[in-house]
């Protein structure tokens, strides 16, 4: 069984470009978190997401930053017009149901560089 | 407000020395669960534990063990016979409560960078 899987593990973008991270959660999960991690810090919650619906966006920046997680496919966070700041590892995490916390897997995390 | 507090930010020791790593947490919850992560350098993240707020045993495993102390809203981790490979970033972390039950949001620690020197 597959872990949670996200892609590109790296990815460099100039600012003013777009980037979009991708994760697939485990089979059987329902439930996709996002966090970010800047650099010397520890990770920050940034959004969790049910199929087709965003559950939780309260540590989402109010502009550039948009996450979903359609029926099929991945969920995808996007950033729009990228800037320096936003150079950090965002990480994806997925459970099955709500509150089952025993079963909360991170991916590897997206590096996300900005130059 | 929740809260999760690791003081140490880099701790360095020679292999074979025992290394306790702290946590102090905030928070109203009366259930809550504590973990711990290891990000070792290559970036991923490693569960390690997991505790639930209401079950306050001690646990081991192998040269691993947690301390959880609700008096005092600590959740310490210690290594007993450190190992070069256990070189990391170590991420205490809360769960957070809302309503009925864990929402699987947590909150993170700022970590504590472990190097173990051979």
């Known amino acids: 069984n597959a872990g949670v899987m996200q892609n590109p593990r790296h990815l460099v973008r100039r600012r003013g470009q777009e980037a979009r991270l991708r994760c697939s959660p485990m089979k059987g999960h329902s439930h996709v978190y996002w966090y970010r991690q800047l650099p010397e810090e520890g990770l920050k919650f940034m959004v969790y997401l049910q199929k087709e619906n965003i559950i939780d966006e309260s540590g989402m920046p109010k502009e550039r930053f948009s996450a979903e997680f359609p029926k099929e496919g991945p969920s995808i966070l996007r950033i729009q017009q990228v800037v320096r700041g936003d150079s950090a590892a965002y990480f994806c995490?997925?459970?099955?149901?709500?509150?089952?916390?025993?079963?909360?897997?991170f991916g590897s995390g997206t590096q996300l560089s900005v130059l | 407000a929740q809260k999760v507090t690791q003081a140490q930010t880099e701790i360095s020791v020679v292999e074979k020395e025992d290394v306790t790593l702290d946590c102090v947490y905030e928070?109203?919850?009366?259930?809550?669960?504590l973990f711990w992560y290891k990000q070792p350098p290559s970036g991923e993240l490693v569960f390690l534990i997991r505790?639930?707020?209401?079950?306050?045993q001690n646990e081991i495993s192998g040269r691993y063990s947690w301390n959880f102390q609700k008096s005092t809203s600590s959740f310490n981790f210690t290594i007993t016979a450190s190992q070069v490979v256990d070189s990391a970033v170590y991420f205490c972390?809360?769960?957070?409560?809302?309503?009925?039950?864990?929402?699987?949001?947590?909150?993170f620690g700022q970590g504590t960078t472990l190097q173990v020197k051979p």
């Open positions: 505790r639930n707020s209401f079950d306050e």
């Open positions: 972390a809360l769960s957070e409560a809302r309503g009925s039950g864990n929402t699987g949001k947590l909150i």
């Open positions: 928070t109203r919850d009366t259930t809550y669960y």
């Open positions: 995490a997925s459970s099955p149901t709500l509150g089952q916390l025993e079963k909360l897997f």
